[in-house]
């Protein structure tokens, strides 16, 4: 994975030329990542990382993200959903949410963040990837936005490990810290109930 070649860009967003992951997050370069968020009805589902992860081991995350690598368009970063979930979207058929700027010495992202409606029930997304992918979190739509703002009080939630669904608790101290959430919230909430 540190072979990964990334672009890399200055504090304008001017690219710079290429490197590899580790020396991208080693040097602080702004790097190019795809975020994507699946919403239902009943609330946002999220991925929790596996425990064996680099960065974040077992923390609740964006349902899909990754890197864009060297030369992939923004649409090209889609493939972390079948990746990591193992299911297909039509780019075409996303909500952009724009742009956000992570800015953490390490971790120096431009983060392009998307939303998908998929009502599909738990179960179905049985395919995701184990390596990656310890299991997946659906939490309802105002618990999200407690969670996202940080709320101190764990809310109620469901977890499917692959095999069941269980309920849940979960904290917002879970969550990768991710400093856009809060004002996605309401987004989730309207693209949940179109």
Not at 136 to 157: C, I, K, N, R
């Amino acid at each position: 994975m540190d072979e990964e070649l990334l672009d890399v860009f200055d504090d304008r967003g001017w690219h710079r030329g290429v490197k590899r992951r580790d020396e991208v997050h080693r040097d602080g370069d702004w790097h190019l990542a795809f975020h994507l968020w699946i919403v239902r009805p009943d609330g946002v589902l999220l991925q929790r990382r596996a425990r064996a992860k680099a960065s974040w081991p077992g923390r609740l995350d964006a349902t899909a993200a990754g890197h864009l690598l060297a030369g992939e368009a923004v649409r090209d970063g889609l493939r972390e959903a079948e990746e990591e979930l193992g299911v297909v979207y039509a780019f075409e058929d996303l909500e952009p949410l724009g742009v956000h700027r992570v800015d953490e010495r390490a971790n120096r992202e431009l983060q392009h963040v998307f939303a998908i409606r998929d009502a599909r029930p738990l179960h179905a997304f049985s395919g995701f990837d184990r390596v990656e992918v310890a299991g997946l979190v659906l939490v309802d739509h105002p618990g999200f936005a407690a969670l996202a703002g940080g709320s101190a009080e764990p809310v109620t939630a469901q977890a499917f490990d692959g095999a069941g669904v269980t309920a849940v608790r979960v904290a917002s101290d879970e969550l990768v810290p991710t400093p856009y959430l809060a004002e996605l919230a309401p987004a989730f909430a309207r693209i949940g109930a179109d």
